[in-house]
């Protein structure tokens, strides 16, 4: 591992550090780097559903009038365009609070990853 890695640096900066330190930053850092990678194939994999849904939506307005897709629309009960957009933004918290299709633990436990990180660690 690089000491230029910006989470808990100052550990590398220690005077005599600990190998057994050192093992334990880089482990936290090969964590980080992997929930990063896990995070970039969600977020790959949001866009792709996004697609199909585009693709779906396009072909079932070939097939049906804008007043029935309306009318569906309204007897879901749900608000169509919300709901992909949730789910494609990975929004599944919010989803859960809108609707009754979810338990409330998922809601509590699980939301969706926030754009801003911080890793004040080192306070």
Do not use: C
Request: hydrophobic share 40%; net charge negative.
């Amino acid at each position: 591992m690089q000491s230029n890695e910006p989470v808990m640096r100052w550990v590398t900066q220690l005077p005599e550090v600990s190998a057994v330190f050192l093992r334990e930053r880089s482990a936290g850092l090969d964590l980080m780097r992997a929930a990063d990678e896990l995070e970039r194939q969600a977020w790959a994999k949001r866009a792709e559903a996004n697609r199909v849904f585009e693709t779906l939506e396009v072909r079932v307005r070939e097939h049906f009038t804008d007043a029935e897709i309306k009318t569906a629309k309204e007897r879901s009960g749900l608000d169509e365009d919300d709901l992909v957009a949730r789910l494609v933004t990975g929004d599944f918290a919010a989803h859960a609070e809108a609707t009754s299709e979810f338990s409330s633990d998922y809601s509590a436990n699980n939301s969706a990853p926030s754009k801003k990180r911080s890793f004040d660690l080192g306070v």
